[in-house]
């Protein structure tokens, strides 16, 4: 045991000694979920529109006051022909052009029907979806408005209610995700090229003829990196609670527990890389390559898997990272326990000991 | 076994794939003794070394280590082997206090035994001024002389040096080699690999491997009288050239 903690110490020695690695550890999570949070962000906000007006009366006026009064738009220009439309789209000025038909109020009065066309550059097919979504629940609520006084025999109003997270703010999808990166980088990445570190410097030779048993070393190298990870994990959740107002509506203990197999697992994959790379360099491209590609792409962080190809959701399914973003969700967002979640968990705890196995079989073939 | 030889090895053989690296080695050390174990680079020197000490299992064979086997005991040999690598390995971004403290709790030292180790090192070796600094910033001479020492701070029975004086200037392999001579006085039996053929002649006794196999084995006095040269450069040329 004594001979177990000198090592450890040995190690944190190494850690903290080395700039580098600390920005990796301490800088990274604060610097990721502060992009994420606020620079990168799915919603929007004061996009840019111009107004092509033919009608010029009542109605138009108040849709349009409505329009300019959201959030959502700014109202760019007023435009007084169709040949415009083109050039300011390719200026890039504007994002859409809403355009009133001429006798827009007197339509609507007679023949109980007036158009809108919504016009949006959609080099940006996300963006102009949502503008094309908010542009359409401005016109419905006005319309809701107008027609109260009437009756409408039949009539369906769909009432939609954005269930966990009602203001549909991105940052709520993407704490868990740069969380699962950020223990994944530290997990594997670190704990990978450190081994490596050894391997190289000559220094793992010296312990393996020292009278420490080769798991004994293995451990004494992953045990600091568990307190570094589980360390980063609270400053991650205490960040997006205070800074982002993020909720953690299960519980607290679970979420803990459920970081902590995966953070075994990714150590466990760490070990993994190190035994098949000989060099630092190679260790760390093997893991970003290997793990945060996947882990970004395939795991539903960004990309949601139901709408990926077959070959993609079979291979978004054997990556760890996807099962603990849905037991992420589920317990911050959803509230939900073990009973809900006990699936995703043992599929996790089962990739776990799996990569436990392979890497203490791999590491002892090295040794060979 | 007898009681004064402390590696016994009989028939060694380590194949990778079809390629033997160490090809059917026998051969004793005795107690005391600095035995120069010989070759070119590639001949297998490290591989038979590697079996040796534990980090690398024979194919085929037997060999005894300190009074154990190689197969059955492999934990005992180790507590009893010191050993430094060719790459003169400690921690550069550790102190050398620190380097010593960290290898002498994993051997299992006390802090008592390695406080009194570290003061008698730091008399010994002049490190008084450096014990503080870290060994990153230690030119390689002294990396080499640490290395060596930490490696004898458990005071094993045998110890194990793989190319010990690559890299460094004449003067510093001369006094390197003094710090052998002092080991082996003290009873502490030296097995080392080298390929310069000079400080073959330094050794008790010799054996010289090319291609996997032992081609000779016995003090440089009588292999030169063997071979009817006047160096061990000239004996090795005419073993390595058949």
Redesign the interface.
């Known amino acids: 045991m004594?001979?177990f903690i000198?090592?450890i110490?040995?190690e944190f020695?190494?850690i903290f000694?080395?700039r580098r690695s600390l920005f990796i550890l301490f800088g990274m999570p604060v610097a990721q979920i502060m992009l994420f949070g606020f620079a990168i962000t799915n919603e929007i906000n004061n996009v840019d529109i111009a107004i092509l007006d033919k009608s010029k009366d009542i109605t138009t006026q108040e849709i349009i006051n409505k329009i300019s009064s959201s959030t959502y738009f700014t109202i760019e220009q007023l435009i007084t022909s169709e040949a415009e439309i083109e050039t300011m789209f390719k200026k890039g000025k504007i994002k859409a052009v809403l355009i009133f038909e001429k006798d827009f109020s007197k339509n609507l009065i007679k023949k109980n029907n007036a158009s809108i066309q919504i016009i949006t550059d959609a080099t940006d097919p996300n963006t102009a979806n949502t503008i094309s979504n908010y542009t359409n629940s401005i016109l419905q609520k006005y319309q809701q408005k107008v027609n109260k006084s009437i009756e409408i025999p039949y009539q369906i109003v769909p009432q939609s209610r954005m269930m966990y997270n009602p203001e549909l703010k991105s940052v709520f999808m993407f704490v868990p995700g740069v969380m699962t990166i950020i223990l994944m980088l530290v997990s594997a990445m670190m704990t990978s090229i450190s081994i490596t570190k050894e391997k190289e410097?000559?220094?793992m030779?010296?312990?393996?003829?020292?009278?420490?048993e080769p798991f004994q070393v293995i451990i004494g190298k992953v045990v600091p990196y568990i307190f570094l990870s589980i360390i980063n994990a609270i400053v991650i959740v205490l960040l997006s609670i205070f800074i982002f107002k993020m909720p953690v509506q299960g519980s607290l203990f679970l979420l803990g527990v459920e970081s902590v197999i995966f953070i075994i697992n990714a150590l466990s994959l760490g070990i993994l890389i190190s035994t098949i790379s000989a060099t630092q360099q190679t260790a760390m491209m093997i893991s970003l390559m290997g793990l945060m590609l996947p882990v970004i792409l395939l795991s539903g962080f960004i990309f949601p898997i139901n709408s990926m190809p077959e070959i993609l959701q079979v291979i978004s399914n054997v990556i760890p990272a996807t099962w603990y973003i849905i037991i992420l969700k589920g317990i911050m967002l959803k509230g939900v326990g073990l009973a809900v979640i006990w699936k995703e968990t043992l599929v996790l705890v089962a990739m776990t000991v799996f990569f436990i196995v392979l890497s203490i079989k791999k590491y002892k073939i090295r040794?060979? | 076994m007898k009681d004064n030889n402390v590696i016994q090895a009989k028939n060694l053989t380590k194949k990778f794939g079809d390629f033997t690296a160490v090809n059917s080695i026998t051969f004793e050390v005795k107690k005391g003794e600095i035995f120069g174990f010989l070759g070119a680079n590639g001949a297998g020197k490290t591989t038979a070394m590697k079996m040796l000490i534990g980090i690398s299992i024979p194919t085929s064979g037997k060999a005894q280590v300190a009074g154990f086997d190689i197969f059955t005991n492999p934990e005992d040999i180790k507590k009893n082997i010191g050993y430094m690598s060719q790459k003169f390995a400690l921690y550069d971004d550790l102190t050398v206090k620190e380097n010593i403290t960290f290898f002498g709790g994993i051997y299992g030292l006390s802090k008592e035994q390695i406080k009194k180790k570290r003061n008698q090192l730091v008399e010994e070796l002049g490190l008084k001024e450096i014990v503080n600094e870290l060994v990153g910033s230690l030119p390689l001479g002294w990396k080499q002389k640490l290395a060596f020492s930490v490696a004898l701070l458990h005071n094993p029975k045998i110890i194990f040096l793989d190319e010990p004086t690559g890299g460094v200037d004449p003067i510093t392999r001369r006094q390197f080699w003094e710090m052998i001579y002092k080991t082996a006085n003290s009873g502490t039996t030296v097995f080392v690999t080298t390929h310069y053929m000079d400080e073959a002649e330094y050794c008790d006794r010799v054996s010289i491997m090319v291609d996997g196999k032992i081609e000779a084995l016995d003090t440089p006095k009588k292999l030169k009288e063997q071979f009817k040269v006047t160096s061990m450069n000239d004996v090795f040329l005419k073993l390595a050239r058949g």
């Not at chain 1, 030779?205 to 420490?212: A, F, N």
Request: charge should be positive; proline fraction near 4%.
């Open positions: 004594k001979r000198g090592f110490k040995k020695y190494h000694r080395d410097l000559g220094t030779e010296i312990l393996l003829v020292s009278p420490l040794l060979e």
